[in-house]
């Protein structure tokens, strides 16, 4: 659980609490299907905006292999969620993750804004989809 704090100059006033932008990337368990890593990034949304946040971005990266074993796994399904909501949400969720034993690792990242468009890992992905295919074409 890591949350590195910086300064935001927008900053939106709710119920005396502070909004702020985060970016929370959890490790799910190799052996979840897809639908229940979604249903676990569900579950996160939806305990953000319960307590008042709004999850603006979901992104699931896919399985992907660990550079070690962690509890076993070889391999986990990365998800990321980019959060506008104040601190007090991002505890809560951080909580609700720890308990889950389908989540492996977290961790919250306080960011100054968010990426528009796909991130990073989404535009590798497409880069190397598409880099094989031009391969498969070349046969």
Do not use: C
Request: aromatic content about 6%; glycine content about 4%; proline content about 1%.
């Amino acid at each position: 659980m890591w949350i590195r704090h910086s300064k935001v100059s927008d900053r939106q006033e709710v119920k005396g609490s502070e909004m702020a932008l985060y970016e929370h990337i959890f490790l799910a368990r190799q052996d979840l299907s897809q639908a229940q890593v979604d249903a676990l990034a569900a579950s996160a949304t939806e305990i953000v905006e319960k307590n008042e946040g709004k999850v603006t971005k979901t992104e699931t990266w896919g399985l992907k292999s660990l550079a070690y074993k962690i509890d076993r796994n070889r391999k986990a399904h990365f998800v990321l969620l980019n959060i506008d909501a104040p601190g007090t949400v991002v505890e809560e969720l951080e909580r609700q993750t720890r308990i889950n034993e389908d989540v492996i690792r977290y961790m919250t990242i306080r960011v100054d804004e968010h990426e528009d468009g796909p991130s990073v890992m989404m535009r590798k992905n497409d880069r190397d989809r598409k880099r094989r295919s031009d391969r498969e074409d070349l046969d």
